[in-house]
C-alpha cells in the first residue's frame, strides 16, 4: 500500500469509521482529544525547558509563567481527565454488563473538557494570567501583576472543565446504579455498598460474607469517582471566590483581599487538590494496573481481598493527607505536620506498594507471558511509581521538607516521574490494550515506533525527572528563573530528555494516524451510523 | 548540630542506591516473566512480609530523621528555646526589608528569623555562595512565620524568596546579607 494511501486510509485500510458503534466512538473521541493536548504539554514543556537554558526573545517572562500555570492544568484536566473519562466510560459498562446510562451526556462532558481546556488555556495566552496551580491567597486577586478580564475567563475555562468532570461523575454513578429498561430491577443501594467499599467493610463484622456485587476494577472507578467528586465541588467554591473578587475589581470595587485567611484557605486548597494527587490518580492507577494485570494474564487478581480493602484505605487515606504540603508552614499546627503530613502519608508507601506487588504477582502467576505493547508500558507505568512514590515521601518529612520543599526536586523525581512514568505509561498501555477493541481489529502501523515510543517516553520521562531532581538537591528552586544560568548542566540535560519525550510522543502519534488514517480520525468525530447502546457492533 | 549540606549529601546516596535497584529488579523481572515459568502464585508469606516491610519502612524513616535530622526536633520545639539572636524581616510589593544591610550572626548560635508579608504569600530561604539551600520556609501574610537556625559554618549567605509570587518574585534576592563569622577566625 503507498504511503498516501495508508495515510489517508490507514494501515491495510483496516479501520473503518463507519463500523463502530456510539461508545466506540464516544471513548475513541475523548482520546484523540487527551493526546492532542497532551502534544500541548509536550510543546509546552520544551518551550519552559528552552527558556530556562537561554530566555529566548520570543517568549516574555510575563508569558513564561502564563504557560506555566496553564502546563500542568491541560496536562491534567485536557489531557489525563479526556483519556481516563473515554476508558472509564467505555470500561464500567463493559465490567458491569450494562449499557451506559447515557451516552448523550458522555459526549457533552468531552464538549465541557475540550472547550473549558481551550478557554483556560487561551486566556492565559493571551493575557498572561499566571497565579499558577497553587493560587495562593490572595495572588490570584492580585490585580497590580495579572489582567482580571484574562483571569475570569482563565477561572471561567477552568468552571466549565469541573462542570464536564461532575457529569462525568454522575453517568459513572447511574451506571453501576441504575436498571436498564426492561431488566430486572437493579439493587442500586447494594451496588453503591459494594461500589464504595461499604459491603466489604461490613464483612469485616460478618459471619456470612456477602459476595462482591461489583468487580474489583469498578470499585477503584468507583472510589476514585469520589474524590473527583470532592475535588470538582472545592474547585468550583475556589473558582467561584476567586471570580467574586475579579468581578468586584471590574465593577470598580476592591474587595478586601485580607477577609480570607491565607494559611486556611491554602489548608482548603491542599485538601482539595490531594484529592486527585493523593486520591484519584492513585486509586485508579491502582484499579487499572489490577484490570490491566488480569486482562493481560487471563487470571485472577493476586490477593484480591487485601486490594479491594486497600483502596478503600487509600480513599481515607486522601482526605487526611494533605498537609504534608504545609510542611514549610511555620504557623501550621505541629500536631497536624506530623499526622497529617508525615504518619498518614507514609501510608501511601504502603497502599502503593501493595498495588505494585500484587500487580507483579498477578503477572509472575501466569508466566511465560508474551512482552506485549501492553505489558511492557504497564511494567513502565509501575516502575515510574516504584521511583516517584519514595521520593514524595522522602520530602513529607519534617527534617527533609526543609531542605526540600519548592525545588526541583518536588517536581522532577516526584511529580514528573509520578505523572509521566507512572500516569502516562499505565494510560499508555490501556490505549494499547484498547485500540484493537475500540478500532474492530485495526492493526498497529508500525511495531518499531512502538518501541521508540516506549524507549524514547521511559528514558525521556526518568531522565527528565533525575535532573530535575539533581538540579534540586544543588537548591534550584521550582517556579522561579535562574537568569544567569546558575543551573544550566542540568537544565540542557533534562531538555536533552525532553526532546526524547516529544520524539517518543511523535513516534506515537505518527503511527496512530498512520494505523487508523485521516479519513478515520475525521469519520471518529462524525455521528455513529449504528444506532443504540452497545459496546461493540453485534 | 551538621550542615543541611551533609543531610542532602545522604539522601542523594540513599535515593541513588535505591534508583538502582529499583530499576535492575524491574529489568530482571522484565526479562524474567517472559521466560518459560511454573505459572503459581506468590506464596502469600511473602506478600506479608512485604506488607510488614513497608510498614515498618514507612514509620521507621521518619523517627530516623526526626532523631539525626538535628533541625527537626529543633523546628518542632521552637516556641520554648530562646534563641541567641533574633531578625525581624518584612515583605511588602515582592521585596524584602532587614533590620540592617548585613546580619551578622556568631557560628553556633542559634539565630532565629521572624519573617512578615504584609500582602502576598512568599518564601524565605537562605542560599550559600555555590546557590545550594541551607534552609527554607514560608511566609503566609496574617500569620507568624519564624524559623529557628543554627549555624555550624562561617560563610556568607543570600536570601531569596522560595514561594512562586507572580513574576515579580523572581527577583526577591537578597545577595550576601547573612554573614556568620567564627569569632574565633576568619571566614575563608
Same mark, same amino acid.
Given at each position: %500500500?503507498?504511503?498516501?494511501?495508508?495515510?489517508?486510509?490507514?494501515?491495510?485500510?483496516?479501520?473503518?469509521?463507519?463500523?463502530?458503534?456510539?461508545?466506540?466512538?464516544?471513548?475513541?473521541?475523548?482520546?484523540?482529544?487527551?493526546?492532542?493536548?497532551?502534544?500541548?504539554?509536550?510543546?509546552?514543556?520544551?518551550? &519552559?525547558?528552552?527558556?530556562?537554558?537561554?530566555?529566548?526573545?520570543?517568549? +516574555?517572562?510575563?508569558?513564561?509563567?502564563?504557560?506555566?500555570?496553564?502546563?500542568?492544568?491541560?496536562?491534567?484536566?485536557?489531557?489525563?481527565?479526556?483519556?481516563?473519562?473515554?476508558?472509564?466510560?467505555?470500561?464500567?459498562?463493559?465490567?458491569?454488563?450494562?449499557? !451506559?446510562? +447515557?451516552?448523550?451526556?458522555?459526549?457533552?462532558?468531552?464538549?465541557?473538557?475540550?472547550?473549558?481546556?481551550?478557554?483556560?488555556?487561551?486566556?492565559?495566552?493571551?493575557?498572561?494570567?499566571?497565579?499558577?496551580?497553587?493560587?495562593?491567597?490572595?495572588?490570584?486577586?492580585?490585580?497590580?501583576?495579572?489582567?482580571?478580564?484574562?483571569?475570569?475567563?482563565?477561572?471561567?475555562?477552568?468552571?466549565?472543565?469541573?462542570?464536564?468532570?461532575?457529569?462525568?461523575?454522575?453517568?459513572?454513578?447511574?451506571?453501576?446504579?441504575? *436498571?436498564?429498561?426492561?431488566?430486572?430491577?437493579?439493587?442500586?443501594?447494594?451496588?453503591?455498598?459494594?461500589?464504595?467499599?461499604? +459491603?466489604?467493610?461490613?464483612?469485616?463484622?460478618?459471619?456470612?460474607?456477602?459476595?462482591?456485587?461489583?468487580?474489583?476494577?469498578?470499585?477503584?472507578?468507583?472510589?476514585?469517582?469520589?474524590?473527583?467528586?470532592?475535588?470538582?465541588?472545592?474547585?468550583l467554591f475556589t473558582g467561584v471566590l476567586i471570580l467574586i473578587y475579579m468581578v468586584g475589581s471590574m465593577l470598580g470595587f476592591d474587595l478586601k483581599t485580607t477577609a480570607i485567611d491565607a494559611l486556611l484557605y491554602k489548608n482548603w486548597f491542599w485538601w482539595g487538590l490531594d484529592l486527585i494527587a493523593d486520591g484519584l490518580v492513585l486509586i485508579?492507577?491502582?484499579?487499572?494496573?489490577?484490570?490491566?494485570?488480569?486482562?493481560?494474564?487471563?487470571?485472577?487478581?493476586? &490477593?484480591?481481598?487485601?486490594?479491594?480493602?486497600? !483502596?478503600?484505605?487509600?480513599?481515607v487515606v486522601s482526605w487526611t493527607v494533605w498537609s504534608h504540603h504545609l510542611l514549610s508552614d511555620q504557623a501550621q499546627p505541629g500536631i497536624l505536620k506530623v499526622l497529617s503530613g508525615e504518619m498518614v502519608t507514609a501510608f501511601e508507601l504502603i497502599t502503593q506498594g501493595l498495588a505494585f506487588f500484587i500487580t507483579l504477582a498477578t503477572l509472575w502467576s501466569a508466566r511465560p507471558l508474551k512482552m506485549t505493547n501492553p505489558l511492557k508500558f504497564l511494567l513502565g507505568g509501575l516502575l515510574g511509581f516504584a521511583l516517584a512514590v519514595p521520593a514524595g515521601?522522602?520530602?513529607?518529612?519534617?527534617?527533609?521538607?526543609?531542605?526540600?520543599? @519548592? *525545588?526541583?526536586?518536588?517536581?522532577?523525581?516526584?511529580?514528573?516521574?509520578?505523572?509521566?512514568?507512572?500516569? *502516562?505509561?499505565?494510560?499508555?498501555?490501556?490505549?494499547?490494550?484498547?485500540?484493537?477493541? !475500540?478500532? @474492530?481489529?485495526?492493526? &498497529?502501523?508500525?511495531?518499531?515506533?512502538?518501541?521508540?515510543?516506549?524507549?524514547?517516553?521511559?528514558?525521556?520521562?526518568?531522565?527528565?525527572?533525575?535532573?530535575?531532581?539533581?538540579?534540586?538537591?544543588?537548591? %534550584?528552586?521550582?517556579?522561579?528563573?535562574?537568569?544567569?544560568?546558575?543551573? @544550566?548542566?542540568?537544565?540542557?540535560?533534562?531538555?536533552?530528555?525532553?526532546?526524547?519525550?516529544?520524539?517518543?510522543?511523535?513516534?506515537?502519534?505518527?503511527?496512530?494516524?498512520?494505523?487508523?488514517?485521516?479519513?478515520?480520525?475525521?469519520?471518529?468525530?462524525?455521528?455513529?451510523?449504528?444506532?443504540?447502546?452497545?459496546?461493540?457492533?453485534? | 548540630?551538621? /550542615?543541611?549540606?551533609?543531610?542532602?549529601?545522604?539522601?542523594?546516596?540513599?535515593?541513588?542506591?535505591?534508583?538502582?535497584?529499583?530499576?535492575?529488579?524491574?529489568?530482571?523481572?522484565?526479562?524474567?516473566?517472559?521466560?518459560?515459568?511454573?505459572?503459581?502464585?506468590?506464596?502469600?508469606?511473602?506478600?506479608?512480609?512485604?506488607?510488614?516491610?513497608?510498614?515498618?519502612?514507612?514509620?521507621?524513616?521518619?523517627?530516623?530523621?526526626?532523631?539525626?535530622?538535628?533541625?527537626? #526536633?529543633?523546628?518542632?520545639?521552637? #516556641?520554648?528555646?530562646?534563641?541567641?539572636?533574633?531578625?525581624?524581616?518584612?515583605?511588602? /510589593?515582592?521585596?524584602?526589608?532587614?533590620?540592617?544591610?548585613?546580619?551578622?550572626?556568631?557560628?553556633?548560635?542559634?539565630?532565629?528569623?521572624?519573617?512578615?508579608?504584609?500582602?502576598?504569600?512568599?518564601?524565605?530561604?537562605?542560599?550559600?555562595?555555590?546557590?545550594?539551600?541551607?534552609?527554607?520556609?514560608?511566609?503566609?501574610?496574617?500569620?507568624?512565620? /519564624?524559623?529557628?537556625?543554627?549555624?555550624?559554618?562561617?560563610?556568607?549567605?543570600?536570601?531569596?524568596?522560595?514561594?512562586?509570587?507572580?513574576?515579580?518574585?523572581?527577583?526577591?534576592?537578597?545577595?550576601?546579607?547573612?554573614?556568620?563569622? /567564627?569569632?574565633?577566625?576568619?571566614?575563608?
Open positions: %500500500m503507498s504511503f498516501i494511501k495508508t495515510l489517508m486510509n490507514g494501515e491495510e485500510g483496516l479501520f473503518k469509521g463507519d463500523t463502530l458503534t456510539p461508545m466506540q466512538k464516544m471513548a475513541l473521541r475523548f482520546v484523540v482529544i487527551g493526546l492532542v493536548y497532551y502534544g500541548f504539554v509536550v510543546i509546552e514543556g520544551m518551550l &519552559m525547558r528552552i527558556f530556562e537554558v537561554t530566555p529566548v526573545s520570543f517568549i +516574555s517572562q510575563p508569558q513564561f509563567f502564563a504557560i506555566m500555570t496553564a502546563h500542568p492544568l491541560v496536562g491534567i484536566f485536557g489531557s489525563t481527565y479526556s483519556i481516563v473519562f473515554g476508558a472509564f466510560l467505555f470500561l464500567v459498562p463493559f465490567l458491569m454488563k450494562k449499557p !451506559l446510562w +447515557s451516552i448523550k451526556m458522555a459526549n457533552w462532558t468531552l464538549v465541557f473538557v475540550a472547550v473549558g481546556t481551550f478557554v483556560f488555556w487561551f486566556a492565559g495566552f493571551l493575557s498572561h494570567y499566571a497565579p499558577l496551580y497553587t493560587l495562593y491567597w490572595p495572588l490570584p486577586a492580585d490585580f497590580n501583576q495579572f489582567s482580571v478580564v484574562g483571569g475570569t475567563f482563565f477561572i471561567t475555562g477552568i468552571a466549565l472543565v469541573m462542570v464536564g468532570t461532575a457529569l462525568f461523575i454522575l453517568n459513572i454513578f447511574k451506571t453501576i446504579t441504575y *436498571t436498564p429498561e426492561g431488566w430486572e430491577k437493579q439493587p442500586s443501594g447494594a451496588l453503591l455498598g459494594s461500589a464504595l467499599g461499604i +459491603s466489604g467493610f461490613k464483612n469485616l463484622f460478618r459471619k456470612n460474607k456477602k459476595e462482591h456485587l461489583v468487580s474489583l476494577p469498578v470499585a477503584a472507578i468507583a472510589r476514585g469517582t469520589v474524590d473527583m467528586a470532592f475535588n470538582t465541588a472545592i474547585i485508579f492507577v491502582a484499579g487499572t494496573w489490577y484490570l490491566l494485570a488480569t486482562l493481560i494474564t487471563g487470571k485472577k487478581l493476586f &490477593m484480591e481481598n487485601i486490594a479491594r480493602a486497600a !483502596l478503600l484505605v487509600e480513599l515521601i522522602m520530602q513529607a518529612d519534617v527534617g527533609l521538607n526543609r531542605i526540600l520543599h @519548592n *525545588t526541583q526536586w518536588v517536581i522532577g523525581p516526584h511529580v514528573h516521574v509520578a505523572i509521566l512514568v507512572g500516569l *502516562t505509561m499505565t494510560l499508555y498501555s490501556a490505549i494499547y490494550f484498547l485500540f484493537p477493541i !475500540l478500532t @474492530n481489529g485495526a492493526k &498497529m502501523y508500525s511495531q518499531k515506533l512502538v518501541n521508540i515510543h516506549f524507549w524514547c517516553h521511559l528514558i525521556g520521562g526518568i531522565g527528565m525527572g533525575a535532573f530535575m531532581g539533581m538540579a534540586g538537591l544543588k537548591g %534550584m528552586l521550582r517556579r522561579s528563573l535562574y537568569v544567569e544560568g546558575e543551573f @544550566n548542566t542540568y537544565m540542557v540535560l533534562a531538555a536533552l530528555c525532553g526532546t526524547l519525550l516529544l520524539i517518543g510522543f511523535l513516534a506515537f502519534f505518527y503511527n496512530i494516524v498512520m494505523s487508523v488514517g485521516i479519513k478515520g480520525a475525521i469519520n471518529i468525530f462524525l455521528p455513529a451510523k449504528l444506532k443504540g447502546k452497545n459496546l461493540l457492533p453485534e | 548540630m551538621v /550542615d543541611s549540606s551533609v543531610v542532602i549529601n545522604g539522601q542523594t546516596l540513599a535515593y541513588t542506591f535505591y534508583c538502582i535497584v529499583i530499576i535492575l529488579l524491574m529489568a530482571w523481572f522484565a526479562y524474567m516473566v517472559t521466560k518459560s515459568g511454573t505459572g503459581t502464585f506468590v506464596k502469600p508469606a511473602i506478600f506479608y512480609t512485604f506488607v510488614g516491610f513497608l510498614t515498618v519502612l514507612g514509620v521507621s524513616l521518619h523517627i530516623i530523621t526526626y532523631n539525626t535530622i538535628p533541625w527537626a #526536633a529543633m523546628d518542632l520545639n521552637r #516556641a520554648n528555646i530562646t534563641p541567641d539572636k533574633t531578625f525581624v524581616i518584612t515583605v511588602q /510589593d515582592h521585596k524584602f526589608t532587614l533590620p540592617s544591610s548585613k546580619m551578622v550572626v556568631n557560628l553556633n548560635d542559634k539565630v532565629l528569623f521572624d519573617v512578615k508579608s504584609s500582602d502576598l504569600t512568599y518564601g524565605f530561604g537562605l542560599f550559600r555562595k555555590d546557590n545550594s539551600m541551607m534552609f527554607q520556609m514560608q511566609v503566609v501574610p496574617g500569620h507568624r512565620n /519564624d524559623i529557628l537556625w543554627q549555624f555550624t559554618k562561617a560563610g556568607i549567605y543570600t536570601i531569596r524568596s522560595t514561594e512562586y509570587s507572580g513574576p515579580k518574585g523572581v527577583f526577591m534576592i537578597e545577595k550576601d546579607v547573612v554573614e556568620v563569622v /567564627d569569632p574565633n577566625g576568619t571566614i575563608k
